[in-house]
């Protein structure tokens, strides 16, 4: 007995001891990896104002993971990505509608296989890596292709036979078919344009000390923290008004709403419904809301029993009250008929619409032969708005005398479930840019993001049709088309569009709701005071 | 003591194998695919069969641990599969906060628990004991993460005494410091709880034995016999238990460092785990076994030169 007290009791020194030491060795450097000096990233040489730094912190839920516009995919990541990088068109605030950025003009030939982007002349790379050139920007989309860049983002640029360097400041890009939808493509983030000097001094750092052309430069990342971005002064568009940003690190949204009580934080995005309510009834605080073209379905199994049957699926669809799931989560989703966000050039309300018709639910469901006490199993992950829609989903079904359960599982078995088809009913949600892109990774038969499964001939033939259409009026009719075909079998339940939400101190102005849901672009932000 | 020495490196050498063993393999048997889970919307047939072969998981399961074995045993830990940097810089630029705040919440749990269980015990029955245990057991059944909201809704937000984010700069130790009570205190204050408790019982125990009571006849004052006699020995299981618990503190702060927004070790592990950065938990709990299990060898082997039975045995 005694050996054994004296063991534990000797341990326990020790490893006090070995944490100490642990603690000692561990504790120099500080984790902080900057690009450049603090007072360079403060003090910008072309204007050095005596006026006050305006600095604006913002809630980041993710930490950096890699700011390499090719390994770019996660939310996180993307809120810096759009400060810190251009590309050769960009959204006009608010819409999903390109206009100018790194291109001032260009020509599309008759046979829309050429785009021919005039770009800005003395535009300059952050951090002196000098000026942007064409080469620059076929650099830019040829590395997506090399197999040793691993692009995770390839997909996006997958239209591009070539990209050439006409003069310094002319590029063209010629198409592998006619894609009116290119231009969209060509706005997000996956086209954003590097510089070739950086990428190839910095190797795998780029990702963590990236270099754009964008309204903000990276300035310093302590992990875990604090990412720091500041002011571009030779942004082409004009210096920002904000001097720094400050994206903090904070992983629950509940703590962010509680840091900008504290005044810590001045702007959080909001994608969950308890902070929601919360931002509602602040005050010195403006909710910045507007529709995105985030959709939220709960997915059906197209290819499992009972599901495979369309009546099943118009039936479920008669019997959820969508008016009341949005109730549920205080209508941060806006009911729409249509699998397409109203964002869409594309988008009809011409579709069938499944009003609430329970009798007509039970007709269907008795129709297709399922008994009444048939389990259902509604799987879901505790983020955004999930819970809430899979729990209200619960309770409707049930009073068709379903019996319905919901199982929360991990974002890991999600992508599982979904890419095998192995759940029955699972809320999800779609975000794309441009209608080809869109139905064909998600309602394409046999395609790899197709998550319900669904397959229809008519569906496809249309989509074909429309991918190389250059008449904007035939093409819209056809994904009209489309979209009511969609409506007419059901392999999901639409349940509409999702805000793009955030809350920003009274007197921060010039944010705007992005179509990306809750996006945040700062280079027309402004503090009242300081403009 | 040769053969000691040997002995006990080989065992633990054993050790470590098997738990980076089941590390490889429990993180490979939990459903998910890193890639579908890093590609999101991107994760198209062909970018996931890419990207599986980018990352080695489309070499079958033995050849990837060898290969991980081995880079392990060259000190390669290999690099995080979501951020692709090497794994070992990923847990160093962690491990000193999880490291600052269990140490912290070591400070302030063992005085704290060990005065009121001893108090406890002394005044056995009193309100001081009532007060205390039923306080530590209500505590050790408080949710952390709600716990933590409490103080940072009192506290930081009401009172403006600490911050609500951040772990401070180290350039600025007041900043550190102030970071550090709250989170401190949420973790320390349970651990409290439970050694107030085992304290109680560890005292009463002592207090019954017969060399407390020859003491007392001896005409010892009650100081000398409870500061001397029964709470240094008492004190022994009590250290034992409290240096579990300081190795318990160090993965023990994934919920307080998800509340204060602190970086470390444990909201690390947890983003790696739900990204199933494969390299990253393995690497995380390979450090950490290393550094137990080696302790633990250093001790074994100091035991083994101060009591050299054991090392004949």
């Not at chain 1, 912190?57 to 759009?82: C, F, H, M, W, Y």
């Not at chain 2, 005292?203 to 016999?225: P, Q, S």
């Not at chain 2, 080696?294 to 101060?306: E, F, H, R, S």
Request: hydrophobic share 45%.
């Amino acid at each position: 007995m005694k050996r054994i007290v004296r063991f534990s009791f000797g341990t326990f020194v020790l490893i006090g001891l070995g944490v100490l030491f642990l603690f000692g060795c561990a504790q120099p450097p500080p984790p902080t990896q900057s690009s450049q000096p603090a007072q360079q990233a403060t003090q910008p040489s072309t204007a050095p104002s005596p006026a006050r730094e305006v600095v604006l912190n913002v809630a980041a839920q993710d930490d950096l993971i890699n700011l390499d516009p090719a390994k770019t995919t996660q939310a996180g990541d993307r809120n810096l990505s759009e400060n810190i990088f251009s590309g050769l068109v960009k959204f006009k605030p608010g819409t999903a509608d390109p206009g100018p950025d790194l291109a001032e003009s260009w020509t599309i030939s008759n046979d829309g296989l050429v785009y021919t982007f005039n770009l800005r002349k003395g535009v300059k790379f952050h951090r002196n890596y000098g000026e942007l050139t064409a080469d620059d920007v076929k650099f830019s989309f040829d590395r997506h292709f090399d197999p040793d860049v691993g692009s995770a983002v390839k997909s996006d640029l997958d239209l591009i036979a070539k990209t050439e360097v006409a003069d310094p400041n002319t590029v063209k890009i010629t198409l592998k078919q006619p894609a009116p939808s290119f231009l969209v493509r060509m706005a997000w983030q996956s086209a954003y344009v590097v510089s070739q000097k950086a990428i190839k001094e910095l190797g795998k750092d780029f990702g963590f000390k990236p270099v754009g052309t964008g309204p903000y430069s990276f300035s310093s990342w302590t992990p875990g923290q604090e990412i720091v971005l500041v002011a571009n002064p030779n942004y082409f568009g004009g210096k920002p008004k904000i001097d720094k940003l400050v994206f903090k690190v904070v992983k629950d949204e509940s703590v962010a709403m509680l840091a900008f009580d504290k005044g810590e934080i001045d702007v959080v995005p909001v994608k969950q419904l308890g902070s929601f309510r919360q931002a509602a009834g602040k005050k010195n605080a403006t909710v910045v809301q507007g529709a995105s073209q985030c959709v939220y379905f709960i997915y059906m199994n197209n290819t499992m029993k009972p599901f495979d049957d369309v009546r099943v699926r118009q039936a479920l669809n008669y019997a959820i009250d969508k008016d009341k799931l949005a109730k549920t989560v205080d209508n941060m989703i806006k009911i729409s008929p249509s699998v397409l966000s109203p964002l869409f050039p594309e988008y009809t309300t011409d579709v069938e619409a499944y009003k609430y018709n329970p009798d007509k639910a039970k007709q269907l469901l008795a129709e297709a032969g399922i008994p009444k006490d048939f389990k259902i199993t509604v799987n879901y992950t505790k983020s955004y708005l999930y819970e809430e829609l899979a729990l209200s989903v619960k309770d409707q079904l049930s009073q068709l005398g379903l019996s319905v359960g919901v199982v929360p599982v991990e974002r890991a078995v999600v992508s599982k479930i979904r890419s095998e088809k192995t759940y029955q009913l699972l809320p999800g949600t779609i975000t794309r840019f441009d209608a080809d892109q869109y139905f064909s990774a998600y309602y394409q038969s046999g395609a790899s993001q197709n998550n319900t499964g669904y397959s229809s001939k008519k569906v496809d033939d249309l989509l074909k049709s429309a991918r190389s259409e250059l008449d904007p009026a035939k093409r819209k009719a056809m994904y009209v088309e489309v979209q009511k075909q969609i409506a007419a079998d059901a392999p999901n339940l639409v349940v509409g569009t999702f805000d793009s939400i955030m809350i920003a101190r009274s007197g921060v102005k010039g944010l705007y709701a992005h179509p990306y849901e809750a996006l945040m672009d700062f280079a027309y932000a402004y503090v009242e005071d300081s403009k | 003591m040769k053969a000691y020495i040997l002995g006990k490196t080989l065992s633990s050498s054993l050790t470590i194998w098997a738990i980076l063993t089941l590390a490889f393999l429990a993180v490979r048997i939990a459903p998910g695919d890193p890639a579908l889970v890093m590609l999101g919307e991107y994760a198209t047939k062909e970018r996931v069969t890419e990207l599986r072969r980018y990352l080695g998981l489309d070499q079958p399961l033995p050849v990837q641990y060898v290969q991980y074995v081995s880079n392990v045993l060259h000190g390669d830990l290999g690099r995080s599969f979501r951020t692709n940097r090497p794994v070992f810089d990923d847990l160093m630029q962690q491990y000193p906060y999880t490291l600052e705040l269990a140490i912290s919440s070591l400070l302030l749990s063992l005085p704290i628990g060990i005065l009121f269980g001893v108090l406890a015990a002394l005044k056995r029955n009193s309100w001081i004991d009532v007060g205390a245990m039923l306080a530590g057991t209500v505590w050790v059944g408080v949710p952390s993460f709600w716990f933590g909201l409490i103080l940072l809704i009192v506290f930081s937000v009401q009172l403006d005494l600490f911050p609500v984010t951040g772990a401070g700069k180290l350039s600025d130790p007041a900043s550190v410091i102030r970071s550090l009570v709250l989170p401190t205190v949420a973790l320390g204050v349970r651990d409290a709880a439970v050694l107030a408790r085992l304290s109680r019982s560890a005292m009463l125990e002592i207090l019954n034995e017969d060399f407390v009571r020859t003491a007392r006849a001896k005409g010892l004052c009650e100081k000398v016999v409870i500061f001397r006699h029964a709470l240094r020995n008492a004190l022994i299981p009590i250290v034992s238990v409290a240096g579990v618990n300081a190795v318990g503190l160090l993965g023990g702060t994934v919920v307080t460092e998800t509340v204060f927004s602190r970086p470390g070790i444990g909201s690390l592990l947890i983003i790696a785990a739900a990204q199933r950065d494969y390299p990253l938990v393995v690497g995380a709990i390979f450090m950490f076994s290393f550094v137990v299990v080696g302790i633990n060898l250093l001790c074994d082997l100091i035991y083994g030169m101060v009591d050299p039975r054991l090392s004949i045995r």
